[in-house]
């Protein structure tokens, strides 16, 4: 760690520690990606999104739709693969000072896209500007400072030890950002970044570019140019493909599957997704605080005929309170069978023998159709939802003011099992839609970070979706199927099971 | 005639404000609070304060509007609450899609409106005349979003010719044109029909024919050029309004233009960038018809003269 | 009838030509009525919408609302027309038919209030505006510019946003949009009697002025209003599909046409039939609408009568 300020001054050594580094980072890569290198390559690869991006800044978003970009333009201290194996990203060593203390030492020559140098300073920066957005104040809350050691190194001190820390310091939000490029006040200074790529041009609603970053310290990529449309309809993004116009057609239709998949020229990749969509209830709400009631709804709710119907069975059903891949996931305690005949005592007993009226908020088409269905399959048990469908603004306005009775929600997270549970359950949530709060619950989300035993961990977190599912102020009812429709000759992507592909490294060879 | 111009760019300014206002608080009453859509999914009250405070939506409405009404008149449309870009920009990187489409949809209704009105007319009462406007009122009568749908079920997933969607290829522009310009097409056939119907009863096209003027040369002489007033002005209206309507074709047409840049700001409670977009919209409008009440003086000398003695009302 | 339609849609310039017109005194609408009775077309899209308004009224004597037109069944889904279901079934297993049958009751409603709606605020604005003259006509005039140089989908889009998703919320933001042109046409309507004798002797023996706009004024200006709200109605209905199209109409589960359509479009390669039907039921409206529009505004046109 210290000999890395001793070179500093030599511009020479310098360059020299470059090349090294960038050596080192290609022997990281398989070794037939390294071989391949010589033959050509397609000089831009088209991607169809679904969704529009919404900014530049990976502080201020965290859809997959844009981390996607941000991992391309843009680095993290470590790095996550699709299996959440962490490996050191920007980083070129660091070590546990004690539990809750850490010295980070950057890798030498990383340089941002304006040419500057990335410092241990940009990495302070990085983290003092990610206190102040609510994308990224949640990842940060424990970190207690972040102080400059010297050129290369920073110490991060915790508040408490967190056993998440690490993979949190691998999501996008957390890329290290240039403090240079914002006190120059350069045009969109967050899409600055050290990635193998950089920002071309973004038209909002239409496509966004990037292009090969020749100062990149890593392995060059192999594309020149990847491009991601936007093109919002789903037939329409599959017939692009089927016609050469895009390369990569992400969240294809159900529907039309079949028109990939009997297409030599191209390949259906699919894989379990990670967000799992839900049926929360207000506890703040009468009827819908009445555990008994909610044990009710979900003995009513018959999964596969809601998969089958809303997501033309391109989803499993979904039995816990996490993410699948997330530590200690368990799908094998869920209690509730489909079974009217208890439905209907366990809604007497809750003293409606005869059901009630309640009312289900919605956005969006896909959320609409499984209300539809909710709406049908409840109706058995004498409960009549009326559905409410609205704008997602007006919608989220609503969920924080506690306004409705039942939300149909989704949450998406791969890796970080404290956070998703954190945010999902612990009293006072800013995403905790069911306002449910327990401080016994709260303590046990608590103990899990900070529990250093992995087997452990993984046992907390099991009681976690024991006692969440015993109180079941949400359903969990379905995980998508993760599609993407791609050229049969690409090659070199790494898909991710939260949608936030690796497209780094990826080719078609000519 | 420039006296007339600038005192149109002037009465323009009041317009303009009024929009400004009419969407300022449109978009004030929506509920959803711009901050919500900025913030994260995981936002905490504070949080989404401090965001409501940093962009002034702690602020009564009045106060925001007449600090917004501030920069407009110095021409600074703000930045985008999502984006966090220029909202002129961004509006002006849209435009071009939008005014390309305007342009070939109402080539297309030109090129089929006007020598399909004159038969009409020309053949007045006959079955050429007749199947002519049942054809119009067909075009009239189809909602454009189900037509575009139509279009793609035949001519990309059927027979595959052409795309679907987005602004890709010089191809790209032929179905959302179509689309689109059927309407207006329809509309302008039956104008140009009754303006030329119009025209050919006058006496002196019954002077010229008595004269012994060809009937082909009588119209297209002679009534061609006096029908022309009304078809340039519905064409220029509807050109204005395509500028900022075409909403529906671009939906399904994956279409980068403003209407859709505006729905979504909508969806996103994108105050700045909604009411940048609309202002700017009605300035185009405005100066399409302001052109097309030029071209007027063009063709009708009567309504040139009014001009000279200055100012048109 | 050109110059007519251009005064109807034209909504951002000054330089409308107005409706000139002279009117039979006697009896204004038994005279319509002969003229349009001439028309064929008119007769034809009368029937049509007789059977439309005669489906929407009687669609419950044919389908149960609970079973067949809401109710799912999701091994039914996804069939094609076939003799149980001419129309075919929906993703949820629903019949497209019975659906149909049902939404014409949101489409025909959503249009004729929306078209209320407009008529009611702009004729009493541009009867206001018209017979006091001045200031407030001024006033009432350069809001109605306002609002009308504002795409009127993208105004209705808002409006809903604002209001909230609903059926009725939507016949608001549609009959909003449309008021402008009622406005103008209601104006001019009244501007045109406003100085004629009887008005004038009217005011001489100091009828008060509203008693005078609702009794005197405004029943002779109908014609042009009329015209307007016949023609409006149609445009009403496409818009009002368009914005379900969008996903801000009528909710789920209710079969809008608009939504069936917007609903059916996820299924336009294997299932086009879900695309076919939906809008074939707006245009078939729309037309009737519109052959009758037609007609009653040719009967009202002087320079067609020969």
Not at chain 3, 78 to 86: E, I, T
Request: with cysteine.
């Amino acid at each position: 760690m210290k000999r890395s300020s001793l070179i500093k001054p030599v511009a020479l050594l310098a360059c020299i520690a470059g090349f090294s580094i960038m050596f080192a980072g290609c022997s990281d890569k398989k070794a037939d990606e390294t071989e391949v290198m010589k033959t050509g390559y397609k000089k831009e690869i088209v991607i169809a999104n679904s969704t529009d991006i919404t900014n530049l800044d990976p502080q201020g978003s965290n859809t997959a739709v844009n981390k996607r970009i941000f991992s391309l333009t843009h680095e993290t201290l470590f790095r996550a693969d699709a299996q959440s194996n962490i490996s050191l990203g920007m980083l070129k060593d660091y070590s546990a000072v004690s539990d809750r203390e850490y010295e980070m030492t950057l890798n030498e020559g990383i340089l941002f896209s304006s040419g500057v140098e990335c410092k241990a300073s940009d990495v302070k920066f990085t983290f003092d500007r990610a206190f102040e957005s609510s994308f990224t104040s949640k990842s940060v809350a424990l970190v207690k400072s972040v102080t400059v050691v010297d050129e290369y190194t920073v110490n991060i001190t915790l508040k408490e030890p967190s056993q998440e820390f690490m993979m949190t310091l691998t999501d996008e939000t957390l890329s290290i950002l240039s403090e240079a490029a914002f006190a120059e006040n350069t045009a969109e200074a967050s899409s600055i970044g050290t990635g193998p790529y950089v920002l071309e041009k973004w038209v909002p609603g239409d496509y966004i570019s990037v292009v090969k970053n020749d100062k990149y310290w890593g392995q060059k990529p192999f594309t020149e140019k990847i491009t991601f449309r936007l093109i919002g309809e789903g037939s329409s993004r599959v017939i692009a493909l089927s016609t050469g116009e895009v390369d990569i057609c992400l969240d294809p239709p159900p529907v039309e599957l079949s028109y990939i998949s009997d297409d030599e020229d191209l390949s259906l990749i699919q894989m379990s997704g990670s967000r799992m969509t839900y049926f929360a209830f207000n506890m703040k709400k009468d009827i819908m605080n009445n555990q008994l009631v909610r044990q009710a709804i979900a003995h009513a709710v018959d999964k596969d005929n809601l998969i089958i119907g809303a997501l033309e069975g391109r989803g499993t059903a979904h039995n816990t309170t996490l993410n699948v891949g997330l530590l200690g996931y368990n799908d094998n305690i869920y209690p509730y069978d489909y079974n009217l005949e208890k439905a209907k005592s366990l809604l007497t007993q809750a003293g409606y023998p005869n059901g009630f009226d309640m009312i289900l908020t919605v956005t969006g088409n896909e959320r609409n159709t499984v209300a539809q269905i909710l709406q049908a399959q409840l109706k058995l048990i004498g409960i009549n939802i009326s559905i409410n469908s609205m704008e997602s603004a007006a919608q989220k306005a609503m969920l924080n003011e506690g306004g409705h009775q039942a939300v149909i929600y989704s949450w998406s997270n791969a890796n970080r099992t404290d956070y998703t549970a954190r945010n999902l359950f612990y009293s006072g949530s800013g995403s905790n839609r069911m306002f449910f709060a327990d401080p016994e619950l709260d303590k046990l989300i608590d103990r899990a970070l900070i529990e250093p035993n992995v087997e452990k961990r993984k046992q907390l977190y099991v009681d976690f979706q024991n006692f969440t599912l015993d109180k079941l102020s949400m359903i969990p009812l379905y995980t998508d199927i993760l599609t993407v429709g791609a050229n049969a000759k690409l090659k070199g992507v790494k898909y991710h099971q939260g949608a936030k592909h690796d497209f780094r490294y990826m080719y078609i060879e000519e | 005639m420039y006296r007339y111009i600038i005192k149109r760019l002037f009465l323009l300014i009041p317009v303009i404000i009024g929009v400004s206002f009419v969407v300022f608080f449109i978009m004030d009453i929506a509920p959803g609070d711009p901050a919500y859509m900025i913030a994260s999914e995981e936002a905490s009250i504070e949080e989404i304060e401090q965001i409501r405070h940093d962009l002034g939506l702690d602020r009564n409405l009045f106060l925001r509007y007449t600090s917004y009404l501030g920069g407009l008149l110095k021409g600074d449309l703000g930045v985008s609450y999502i984006s966090k870009r220029d909202v002129f920009k961004t509006y002006m990187t849209r435009f071009p899609a939008t005014l390309k489409l305007a342009f070939f949809s109402m080539i297309i209704a030109m090129i089929i409106s006007i020598p399909l009105g004159i038969m009409s007319a020309v053949n007045h009462n006959t079955w050429k005349d007749s199947s002519s406007m049942v054809v119009a009122l067909l075009g009239l009568s189809m909602p454009n979003f189900w037509l575009g749908l139509l279009l793609i079920i035949v001519f990309s997933l059927k027979l595959g010719l052409l795309p679907s969607g987005g602004d890709t290829s010089f191809f790209s522009i032929i179905l959302p044109a179509i689309t689109l310009g059927t309407g207006y097409t329809a509309h302008m056939t039956r104008t140009a029909r009754s303006a030329m119907l119009d025209v050919i009863r006058q006496d002196y096209l019954r002077t010229a024919r008595a004269k012994g003027v060809s009937e082909k040369k009588v119209v297209n002489k002679h009534a061609l050029k006096n029908a022309l007033i009304p078809i340039i002005t519905v064409f220029g209206i509807q050109f204005s309004k395509v500028l900022g309507g075409a909403v529906l074709t671009e939906t399904i047409f994956a279409w980068p233009g403003i209407g859709r840049l505006i729905v979504d700001s909508i969806n996103q409670r994108d105050i700045p960038m909604v009411t940048g977009s609309i202002i700017m919209t009605t300035i185009f409008a405005s100066v399409v018809i302001m052109m097309v009440d030029i071209v007027y003086a063009f063709v009708d000398p009567r309504i040139k003269a009014q001009y000279i003695k200055g100012g048109l009302k | 009838m050109s110059e007519n339609a251009i005064s109807l849609e034209n909504t951002g310039s000054k330089h409308k030509i107005s409706v000139s017109k002279k009117y039979v005194k006697r009896s204004p609408m038994a005279e319509i009525w002969r003229q349009v009775r001439k028309n064929k077309g008119a007769i034809v899209g009368l029937v049509i919408l007789g059977l439309l308004v005669f489906m929407a009224l009687t669609a419950d004597l044919f389908y149960d609302y609970e079973t067949e037109i809401i109710q799912q069944n999701i091994s039914m889904r996804l069939q094609g027309p076939s003799w149980d279901h001419w129309m075919g079934t929906d993703d949820l297993g629903r019949d497209v038919m019975g659906r149909l049958i049902y939404g014409s009751r949101f489409s025909l409603s959503v249009g004729v209030v929306a078209v209320m709606v407009a008529l009611l605020l702009g004729v009493t604005l541009g009867a206001i505006a018209g017979y006091f003259g001045g200031l407030l006509d001024n006033i009432i005039m350069r809001f109605t510019d306002i609002f009308s140089s504002i795409p009127s989908i993208l105004l209705a889009i808002a409006i809903v946003a604002a209001l909230g998703q609903s059926t009725i919320n939507l016949m608001i933001a549609i009959g909003v949009t449309s008021t402008p042109a009622f406005v103008r046409v209601a104006r001019a309507a009244v501007l045109m009697v406003k100085n004629q004798e009887y008005i004038e002797s009217a005011k001489a023996i100091g009828v008060r002025s509203y008693k005078i706009i609702l009794v005197h004024v405004l029943p002779n200006s109908l014609s042009p209003i009329i015209v307007q709200a016949t023609l409006r109605v149609a445009s009403a209905i496409i818009s009002a599909a368009g914005l379900s199209f969008l996903g801000l109409g009528v909710p789920a589960p209710e079969p809008e046409w608009g939504g069936m359509l917007a609903a059916g479009r996820g299924f336009i390669r294997d299932s086009n039939y879900l695309t076919l039907f939906p809008g074939m039921a707006i245009m078939i409206t729309v037309l009737a609408l519109n052959l009758f529009g037609d007609a009653v505004r040719d009967a009202m046109d002087p320079r067609l009568k020969k």
